[in-house]
């Protein structure tokens, strides 16, 4: 069991999983020395839980570093599960360390609906009694919603970022993000807590007009407009 430490805090906002290289370095009660690599589990802007292949303790204060791009924080051990070799790190000043996007906790509130639909434009064809292997389709408001894209950039680097996503054709969606992103990267595209969906970057454009990137996603189900009042 972990041994925790100011759990009382609570959580202050709100957290991402994903996984980000570090090395973690600091000194221990017995006046030894560690450092060694480590990798996030999930980030908040307050800190981070992560595993690493040092141990460490409780209330100690360590040095965290990213290492694409590197950079570098203080921090305290809050809670430790040596058995695990996992440990809670607060940050000692809360900020975006990390470099993703953090939606907050209502980022649903006011956030056009993503619905699934029973039949699909091709399984309409169909009887109404017959049985379709077809995947159910996703249906998007007409004029789009907002997503989370949740990836692997270019360089390497985990990224997430949220913005508008727009159906073209029947199987993919239009949205634009800041890092470049290979051709057949794999992606998470999250509609809700509850609607999250896998994508393939099919094609990548950079747009001078908002010096952003233009990327097109592959859905293994259809993604069709929803039409007004339907």
């Known amino acids: ?38 990798e996030t589990i999930l980030v908040n802007r307050h800190g981070a839980r992560i595993r690493s292949t040092v141990p460490l303790e409780s209330s100690m204060e360590v040095r965290v ?16 599960d040596s058995r695990e070799k996992e440990y809670g790190i607060e940050l000692h000043r809360p900020e975006n360390f ?5 939606p907050p906790e209502d980022w649903e509130l006011g ?14 064809q169909k009887g109404l009694h017959e049985t379709s292997s077809e995947p159910q389709s996703l249906y998007v408001p007409e004029g789009g919603t907002i997503a989370i894209l949740r990836g692997i950039a270019s360089n390497g680097t ?12 029947e199987e993919h969606g239009s949205m634009l993000i800041g ?29 001078r007009e908002y010096d952003r990137w233009r990327i097109w996603l592959h859905f293994s189900r259809a993604l069709l407009m929803a039409k007004a009042g339907a």
């Open 158 to 169: 985990p990224f997430q970022e949220r913005d508008l996503i727009v159906p073209v054709g």
């Open 111 to 124: 956030v056009p609906t993503v619905t699934v639909g029973n039949v699909g434009p091709r399984s309409a």
């Open 98 to 102: 990390w470099g993703i996007y953090f």
């Open 179 to 207: 890092p470049m992103v290979d051709l057949g990267a794999s992606m998470n595209v999250i509609f809700s807590k509850n609607c999250v969906e896998r994508a393939t970057v099919s094609a990548v454009s950079h747009s």
């Open 65 to 80: 570093a990213m290492l694409a791009p590197y950079k570098w924080r203080v921090g305290q051990v809050v809670w430790a």
């Open 1 to 38: 069991m972990p041994q925790l430490v100011g759990s009382e805090r609570g959580r202050r906002s709100s957290r991402v999983l994903v996984s980000l290289p570090l090395a973690v370095s600091g000194q221990k009660s017995d006046g030894s020395h560690v450092s060694g690599s480590a």
